[in-house]
DNA sequence: TATAATGTTTGAAC
DNA sequence: AGTTCAAACATTAT
């Protein structure tokens, strides 16, 4: 269910409930559901994978994890996570984190590390790369803190089309090579956004799955890389290796 | 039917 | 005391 544009996605689809009151609250998360029931959404905010339901004095962070899933305005089968119900429909959570922010929201999150949002700062994400030589690009991709909201789908698109394998250290890539890696990450986030909004999204995935290199027509390597062990697919012939 | 998959937290082990 | 790592959690499509 996650990565950042389709909790972007989410967002847009829940703008009917702002500024509505929660008439109803249940489920079996693990926080004080009571808590939200008579409170009015001030606002529906992301941070990467992190859906916001923002009250006064508290924010409800909701995380998809791998097999989180939502429903809006209908309901499934299975035991609900946490149900929001406003007097014009209802929001229904399930198989997800649930916890409670405590005060202004602002003071939990750095919105300029979310490649989704209008104050990303991809100058910042350079700076955290750089005091992570060490790390490799497949792992770093994925951190939260450098790039919020990059998923395993957006780190193998993204390699591919800079042509960067997987494997390499972040300290080996030329600096105009790694800013260019910056830049796909926000870009290839949004173009994320609008297949996925259109259902087109596999059909758009160059590497993630694929089993020959569209530029050269090799074998695409499917390995699971790095200190996450997430699979990548790559090329080896398309996509550098700085050791 | 067993496996693997868009992910993170936790706590044991070093 | 700081880092590392595997286990735990959980659902569904193939």
Redesign the pocket.
């Known amino acids: 269910?996650?990565?950042g544009p389709?909790v972007v996605l989410l967002k847009e689809e829940v703008q009917q409930f702002t500024g509505k009151r929660v008439i109803a609250a249940e489920g079996n998360a693990k926080v004080d559901i009571e808590r939200i029931r008579g409170q009015e959404v001030i606002a529906f905010k992301s941070w990467?994978?992190?859906f916001l339901v923002c009250f006064e004095g508290f924010t409800v962070r909701i995380?998809?994890?791998?097999?989180?899933?939502y429903r809006i305005n209908e309901r499934?089968?299975?035991?609900v996570?946490l149900s929001l119900t406003f007097k014009n429909g209802e929001i229904n959570f399930?198989?997800c984190?649930v916890?409670m922010l405590e005060g202004d929201v602002n003071t939990h999150y750095d919105w300029s590390g979310d490649v989704m949002n209008d104050t990303w700062d991809p100058e910042k994400a350079e700076t955290r790369l750089n005091k992570v030589p060490e790390k490799l690009i497949c792992d770093a991709l994925?951190e939260?803190d450098i790039f919020?909201g990059?998923?395993?789908?957006?780190?193998?698109e993204v390699l591919y089309r800079v042509c960067v394998h997987p494997e390499s250290k972040v300290g080996k890539i030329p600096e105009a090579k790694l800013k260019m890696l910056i830049e796909e990450a926000r870009q290839y986030s949004f173009r994320f956004l609008e297949w996925?909004r259109n259902f087109e999204?596999k059909k758009h995935w160059l590497a993630?799955?694929k089993t020959l290199c569209l530029r050269c027509n090799l074998p695409i390597i499917?390995k699971?890389t790095g200190?996450?062990?997430?699979?990548s697919f790559f090329c080896e012939n398309c996509q550098l290796l700085y050791p």
Do not use: A
């Open positions: 269910m996650p990565e389709t990467g994978k992190h995380h998809f994890l791998m097999f989180g899933t499934k089968e299975s035991p996570r399930y198989t984190s916890k994925l939260q919020s990059v998923g395993n789908i957006i780190k193998n996925k999204l993630h799955t499917r699971h200190v996450k062990k997430r699979r």
